[in-house]
């Protein structure tokens, strides 16, 4: 799949949430001459053991083309405090709207405060997640900062049925929901 980039450019900043999501698109950023900086920043997963799970994952299937992950601070008790109240919400409910919004927010600080032009995220290509909700947020985090927004489409250009060679082929540990204790 072809990629192009907002305003061309190479600072890129991508957030992202677990290996198994990123990996088809970690593969082919890079195939397109792309080396984005990765931002692990995933307050919502729990419990912490669950966190560091995934986050040795992305840190290990990151290193096989020598990109840099930078890992978030990690507070789940921030995270509680954004969705206070819609903690029965069904997945793509208001939850995940402010769960996108919370993660995506510190996302576009840090690319803005470590002169990165563009953010994109992992969180458009899992099935379970909306899209439209996802770039809602994205564009939301963004304003303001000077920080551009990719509304990448991640499922399209053949990168699904590649995401899940990619998770058998790196053996990923492929968890079975979001990671928050809601989705369960």
């Keep these: 799949m072809k990629l192009e980039v907002p305003s061309g450019s190479d600072r890129i900043l991508l957030h992202v949430c677990c290996a198994p999501c990123s990996g088809a698109i970690v593969e082919c950023m890079v195939e397109n001459g792309l080396r984005p900086a990765l931002f692990f920043s995933n307050s919502n997963i729990f419990p912490k053991e669950e966190y560091e ?20 601070d990690y507070d789940h008790r921030e995270w509680l405090s954004c969705v206070k109240g819609l903690e029965r919400e069904p997945e793509r ?12 927010k510190r996302a576009a600080a840090y690319a803005a ?5 563009v953010l994109t995220t992992t969180l458009a290509s899992s099935r379970w997640k909306d899209t439209n909700q996802v770039n809602a947020a994205g564009e939301e985090a963004c304003e303001g900062s000077g920080v551009i927004w990719w509304p990448q489409n991640w499922r399209r250009g053949g ?5 899940d060679e990619i998770i058998r082929e790196q053996g990923f540990y492929n968890q079975n929901f979001c990671g928050c204790e809601f989705s369960k």
Excluded: W
């Design 113 to 117: 405060s470590h002169n990165y032009e």
């Design 53 to 72: 799970l995934r986050r040795q994952e992305i840190v290990r299937y990151a290193s096989k083309f020598g990109l840099e992950v930078t890992d978030d």
């Design 159 to 163: 990168l699904q049925p590649r995401r």
């Design 93 to 104: 409910g208001a939850r995940c709207m402010e769960c996108f919004k919370f993660r995506l």
